[in-house]
């Protein structure tokens, strides 16, 4: 009995002197603001930031590598306090950025040129001829960007598109890296009017595989204010830093252009519809 | 040392028989020709038609742009109706010439005439090779050139003429050895002197015994020829297995067979040199089987580069209606084709058509781990575990267990029980790979 | 007529080929078709036990399959994937564990087993391919901890239709009682014991009384390469090394190998349960390092521990290393520095 007191008794002191010890040596000086700022930050890990995570960019924002506005998900709020914290002043206001996928064609709209028979993501089908799209520019629907999106924003429709739900994303931006066409982007929420379509082929040529295709007529340019879109190779480019008039839409012949809010009601009413209909 | 064999590998049904008996014919000239410019690993060679050019036979309509670049020839004269995107068949639509012959197949000057060989040093045979657009025609389409410039201090001491054409239904090579022995032999002997080579082998299947007594006899004659039967057993004719199997020697993960001092050459590209070097012929046509049950009498086909797929099928009695797949080379490592405006380039092989009820299409079911693709695997790798990394996204795993010294071959997408897709799987970790590194670089 | 199928052409916008990552042909093997040879492997053993223990064992084979097949389609269905009873995988898993249990093993018993192996130990985890224990090996060892008495209390000797059946123990059973209560076993084993324990004419589970059935079964698979010779032979060939080792040292107390190879479910456990795919390493090397494994934890748990047999547990034990070995024994791949330094 008293053997096994002393041995317990021995090693409880010789196992707490070493982690005595190892506290010493290998303690590491942690900034408190670090931990503040983590706090604070959305806690998501979303990685949009660039960082490995909301404490990697708090460290980042401490070390002065990354602004205090750097996380592209929290809101404004967020950013205060971290000035607040880190003791500087925030520098104007900042319009929230969401993301949005510039392509309508949909199975219905857009033709393809073979059955894919593979892996169910974009990156794979995309190796394979650019994927099963006659159009080499449109959405696969495959959900790639919907898998990386922490936040549940992007729903995949039956038909074969990509969808960002606004009011859910943050703008974090992993899917407009992985979209392997390039067609997601971020813009700021408060403009409306989008061209749903990022195909350079000649007008022709979209008219031939795609209905809702834009086919570089140039009507909405020309009813657009000067410089709010642009023609870039057959393909009207919404430029975001200038307001355009939601009547600009209703010029579009091909239908590509279109109002988000209404879209999405649109799109919304068309689903379920089908939905609907499939149950039948 | 010969019979010997390579890790794994799988024994597909070859269904050479259907075409394993027909005499090369010659396509009469289309319509019109799509050349495609990128015919080549490497560097696309720049374009120098525009539309509307007179072209002559053998003219060249698109100059090598870099060393690992080859040029492109007009395979016969004509008209260039048009210079535009088409379906490539190796990958998508890549910029080609549309030419319409004038029925007169006019050479243009200075080619066409038979060369003193005798004289020639190595470097003006290397010239008159890279000149006539040669790439391996194998399938790989990597500029022979370059396999033909070894860097500082590597040297050569062993040419292995690759004849072993282990993709089942194909049968190209297999009447090139039956028709062509001796020239296949003499563009051989231009890479061995070029190389300085005492040593050049001819590895065939055993599954062409025909083929191997042709070449064996040819061979009497050369010194330091041989010829060796080879174990039938698919991807007996991949560079590295072909290699271990013949002289035992490993190509190191990652390196090229000079590493060990072997080259390796299709016969085709040699027959191609022969023509090359002896008549200053460049690469205007290619020996092409067009196969399966798809096509009504099945074919070897010599065709020049730029007829279209459909021009072919044509030929061979027209695509039954349930043909659902036309792949571009052999049903193992070949690229199934969705438009039959696909052009045959320097390395299209063959087109094997397969109809609906032969096709098995990938169902992507859970791996349950049975270990059959780990023993087909000639590379020695681990695709099971390898496929379950990147389903999950994690490609540093899968570039520590060697995702890219994959050689693409199928065995192990051939034998999986769950009908992954293996190969795609390991396609899309090496481009993810790439990207990462170019993004660190 | 030709110009109607123009006309169809032009109207046909839908695309007409199938494209696809090669390779594009398949060897047509599939999961299914390896499920259902390793029932043809496992038919003759279990008929002859039907022959042996009578309507008992018919009843409890039956109803484990179905069991299984109704469980692998309920979980499927209720947890919204897609239907896999196809993939026969659960016929295999309720077979084998049908042949794990005894003839007189009452009904509720079998079902309880079923739900055990089926729900918590496959589909739960995500259905096949993803489990990391033996399925059925779980129904079982959870059967032998929770109901010991159904389990083990009551052996039958095979007596044609279960009429007259005379309870007895298993060998391995008798010989573990007698070391524990003499102090020395009592085996001896003449040629008639022999040819009844090879031909299975002696009490046990439904599925492990023939020897020789299970062997010819297994060589079958081996044959039709849905096996390697790997684990069975490192697995049986370790417990005839060790067992007589320690038979060598102390006869007295350890029976000597042929007894503890053709008794218990070794065959069984060796051809048909260690070698299942999803829970046994995936390369040659590993699955030998697996085989020996298990042929020592067998030996330790037979005549060292309070199980007369022990084939269930050491494979159980060796499954939750499989992901160890695997990782050790990737294969080297081919031309890598590595194996020249090595070799």
Excluded at chain 2, 1 to 9: A, D, I, Q, T, V
Aim: contains cysteine; proline residues 5%; glycine residues 10%.
């Amino acid at each position: 009995m008293s053997t096994a007191v002393i041995v317990l008794a021995v090693l409880a002191f010789v196992l707490g002197l070493g982690l005595a010890v190892a506290a010493r040596i290998f303690a590491v000086n942690v900034d408190p603001r670090i931990e503040k700022i983590t706090e604070i930050l959305p806690g998501a890990n979303c990685g949009g930031c660039g960082y490995a995570g909301c404490s990697d960019l708090a460290k980042a924002i401490v070390e002065g590598k990354a602004g205090v506005d750097a996380c592209p998900v929290g809101s404004a709020e967020v950013a205060e306090k971290i000035a607040k914290i880190m003791g500087v002043e925030l520098s104007g206001d900042k319009v929230r950025k969401v993301a949005i996928v510039l392509c309508s064609g949909d199975d219905q709209v857009a033709s393809k040129k073979f059955y894919y028979n593979g892996i169910e993501d974009c990156a794979s089908a995309a190796l394979i001829f650019g994927g099963d799209k006659s159009c080499k520019y449109g959405c696969l629907g495959l959900g790639t960007c919907a898998d990386v999106c922490p936040f549940d924003a992007i729903d995949m429709l039956p038909s074969g598109l990509a969808r960002v739900d606004p009011e859910r994303c943050t703008g974090c931006g992993k899917c407009v890296d992985a979209c392997p066409k390039g067609i997601i982007k971020l813009v700021p929420i408060d403009r409306k009017v989008h061209v749903l379509c990022s195909s350079h082929d000649k007008g022709g040529k979209v008219r031939k595989i795609c209905k809702v295709g834009c086919i570089g007529c140039q009507k909405c340019a020309k009813e657009a204010p000067e410089g709010a879109i642009t023609m870039e190779e057959n393909l009207a480019v919404v430029n975001y830093d200038i307001e355009i008039p939601e009547s600009v839409a209703g010029v579009c012949p091909t239908h590509t252009i279109v109002i988000r809010g209404e879209h999405l009601e649109e799109v919304e009413a068309s689903e379920e519809a089908k939905a609907a209909g499939g149950a039948v | 040392m010969s019979g010997r064999h390579f890790f794994g590998g799988v024994h597909p049904e070859y269904h050479k028989e259907m075409t394993a008996g027909k005499a090369i014919e010659a396509m009469p000239m289309p319509e019109k020709l799509v050349v495609h410019f990128a015919q080549n690993i490497g560097s696309m060679p720049t374009p120098l038609v525009k539309r509307g050019d007179q072209v002559k036979k053998g003219q060249v309509i698109a100059e090598a742009s870099g060393f690992v670049s080859v040029p492109v020839h007009a395979p016969t004269s004509g008209k260039v109706e048009a210079v535009d995107m088409f379906p490539n068949p190796v990958g998508a639509e890549t910029l080609a010439a549309v030419i319409a012959p004038d029925g007169e197949d006019a050479w243009a000057e200075g080619l066409n005439v038979e060369q003193d060989t005798d004289s020639m040093n190595g470097d003006q045979i290397k010239g008159l090779i890279r000149d006539a657009g040669l790439v391996g025609m194998g399938g790989a389409t990597f500029p022979t050139h370059v396999k033909l410039s070894p860097p500082e201090g590597k040297s050569i001491d062993t040419l292995i003429l690759n004849g072993a054409e282990c993709e089942p239904y194909l049968t190209a090579d297999h009447r090139l050895m039956l028709e062509h022995p001796a020239e296949i032999l003499e563009g051989a002997s231009f890479f061995a002197r070029v190389l300085d080579v005492k040593r050049v082998i001819v590895a065939i299947e055993k599954n062409k015994p025909d083929a191997i007594e042709k070449m064996k006899k040819a061979v009497e004659v050369k010194e330091g020829y041989s010829v060796e039967a080879l174990d039938v057993v698919y991807p007996q004719g991949a560079e590295k297995q072909l290699i271990f199997a013949l002289t035992g020697r490993r190509v190191p993960a990652g390196g090229l067979p000079m590493d060990v001092n072997v080259l390796v050459q299709n016969v085709g590209t040699a027959f191609a040199a022969y023509e090359a070097v002896r008549f200053k012929r460049p690469l205007l046509e290619r020996v092409v089987t067009v196969t399966g049950n798809g096509v009504a009498e099945p074919k070897n086909i010599r065709a020049r580069i730029g007829t279209r797929f459909e021009d072919m099928i044509d030929r061979c009695g027209g695509l039954a209606e349930d043909t659902v797949k036309v792949i571009s080379g052999g049903p193992m490592m070949g690229v199934a084709q969705y438009s039959l405006d696909a052009a045959v380039t320097k390395g299209t092989s063959g087109i094997v058509t397969l109809r609906k009820d032969e096709v098995v299409q990938f169902v992507s079911d859970p791996c349950i781990r049975c270990g059959r693709c780990v023993e087909a695997c000639p590379m020695r790798l681990n695709p099971s575990a390898l496929s379950i990394f990147i389903e999950m996204c994690h490609f540093e795993d899968a570039a520590e267990y060697h995702v890219t010294d994959c050689i693409e071959c199928g065995s192990c997408a051939y034998v999986c029980p769950s009908q992954r897709p293996l190969v795609h799987h390991f396609r899309r970790a090496k481009a993810e790979i790439r990207k990462m590194s170019r993004k660190a670089g | 007529m030709v110009e109607e199928e123009k006309r169809k052409k032009k109207e046909d916008v839908g695309p007409r080929f199938l494209v696809s990552s090669s390779p594009h042909v398949h060897d047509r093997v599939r999961i299914n078709k390896i499920m259902m040879l390793v029932v043809i492997a496992l038919a003759p053993a279990a008929l002859l036990s039907i022959y042996l223990f009578g309507l008992p064992a018919f009843k409890v084979i039956v109803i484990s399959i179905a069991s299984a097949v109704f469980f692998e389609w309920a979980s499927r269905r209720l947890m919204k994937r897609s239907n896999t009873i196809g993939d026969y995988s659960a016929v295999v898993t309720g077979l084998l564990l049908a042949l794990n249990l005894p003839s007189t093993a009452p009904w509720w018993l079998v079902v309880v087993g079923n739900l055990f192996a089926i729900v918590i130990a496959k589909q739960i985890y995500g259905g096949l391919g993803y489990n990391p224990f033996n399925p059925a090996l779980v129904g079982r060892v959870v059967l032998l901890i929770s109901f010991p008495v159904q389990m083990t209390a009551h052996w039958v000797m095979p007596s044609r239709w279960g009429t007259n059946a005379v309870t007895t123990a298993t060998p391995l059973g008798k010989a573990k009682e007698s070391l524990l209560s003499l102090g020395h076993i009592d085996v001896h084993l003449t040629r008639t014991d022999v040819v009844n324990l090879l031909i299975g004419n002696r009490a046990g589970c439904i599925g492990e009384v023939s020897v020789v059935l299970l062997l010819a079964g297994g060589l079958f698979l081996i044959y039709k390469r849905v096996i390697s010779w790997h684990i069975p032979v490192a697995f049986i060939g370790t417990v005839w090394v060790m067992t007589d080792i320690f038979h060598m040292i102390d006869p007295t107390r350890y029976a000597d190998p042929s007894f503890h190879v053709i008794t218990g479910g070794l065959f069984l456990g060796a051809f048909f349960m260690a070698t299942d795919y999803v829970t046994s390493p995936i390369t040659h090397k590993g699955m030998i390092i697996f085989g020996v494994g298990c042929g020592v934890l067998t030996v330790i748990i037979r005549l060292f521990g309070a199980y007369p047999e022990g084939v269930s547990f050491a494979i159980l034990l060796m499954n939750a290393l499989t992901p160890l070995i695997d990782r050790a024994t990737n294969p080297v791949v081919f031309g890598s520095r590595k194996k020249k330094a090595a070799g």
